[in-house]
């Protein structure tokens, strides 16, 4: 057999061993990683190299060397679930950095980091002053946690207190020009409603690179064609407006009609009408 030969057959084998020891290892090994699986994830590749070029080797020795190196790993990732200890172990502890809007330098000299890498790393998540922190971690994958002041955090919805609606996914129902028929029945919709969707907008589902339907029931596309203008989603807006106009009949009706029991009507439909849009304006706004 030719060297070249060799080797492709070789490469093509070693692609495939190392193709199914990372699935099974699982999307840790693609994510951060910590100690221990980076020295996993090293030796393997270098395996995969040297199986793949070093024809004088046998391959098959190198295969149960990637065998070994991917289900040891595996084993012990299984054994760490029910030990603390070990996990501590494989995969380190987490340090803390700051605490109390202070930074801890004992720490910093443990982890070998110097003021310049933790303001750079400070600096990714968006902190550029130490005294904005009341809280920061080094996690065992190497990455920085960081929890801000009490006073430099962004405002949710809670703080304003606004009740939201739990949001669902939105589904993707035409991909590459083409319906899918699964997420558009996840999405509770149909064919029928797609295309009259589609005819709203004034345009095919050929030119639709992607069209998602969210859980208010609005469809929105990127097309082939990004020259042609689609009009921005209505139906939030109108429902607003329909509610606001509603509330507003409502509070005039309270006001001209001399009837006491329909006044009180009124104006009760009135303020729970009120309340709803409270609550509906921050969701119709979105």
């Not at 703080?159 to 020009?177: A, F, R, Y």
């Not at 639709?208 to 596309?221: C, M, N, R």
């Not at 009706?253 to 329909?262: C, E, G, H, I, P």
Request: hydrophobic share 40%.
């Amino acid at each position: 057999m030719p060297d070249w030969l060799h080797i492709l057959v070789r490469a093509l084998g070693a692609l495939i061993a190392l193709f199914v020891l990372t699935r099974i290892l699982g999307k840790k090994q693609i994510s951060q990683l910590t100690f221990f699986e980076y020295v996993t994830g090293i030796t393997l590749g270098d395996l995969a190299g040297m199986i793949s070029t070093d024809v004088e080797r046998n391959f098959f020795h190198g295969i149960i060397a990637l065998l070994v190196w991917g289900f040891v790993p595996f084993f012990l990732e299984i054994l760490s679930l029910y030990s603390k200890t070990l996990r501590t172990w494989l995969e380190g502890k987490p340090t803390i950095m700051m605490k109390d809007g202070h930074i801890l330098e004992d720490n910093l000299k443990k982890e070998r980091y110097t003021a310049n890498e933790l303001l750079e790393r400070l600096r990714i998540k968006n902190v550029f002053k130490t005294a904005d922190v009341e809280f920061a971690m080094l996690e065992s994958n190497g990455d920085l946690s960081v929890l801000l002041k009490k006073e430099n955090q962004p405002l949710t919805a809670k703080h304003l207190g606004m009740k939201l609606t739990n949001e669902k996914q939105s589904e993707t129902v035409i991909m590459d020009g083409k319906i899918q028929d699964e997420p558009l029945a996840s999405a509770g919709k149909s064919k029928g409603w797609l295309h009259t969707e589609l005819d709203k907008l004034g345009v095919t589902k050929e030119n639709v690179f992607l069209g998602q339907a969210d859980s208010y029931g609005e469809l929105t596309v990127d097309l082939y064609d990004d020259k042609i203008k689609i009009p921005a989603p209505q139906q939030k807006p109108q429902l607003l407006a329909v509610l606001k106009k509603c509330e507003a009949d409502l509070e005039l009706f309270s006001l001209t009609t001399k009837d006491q029991k329909a006044k009180r009507m009124y104006e009760q439909c009135s303020a729970k009408l009120q309340q709803v849009l409270q609550e509906l304006t921050p969701i119709l706004k979105s």
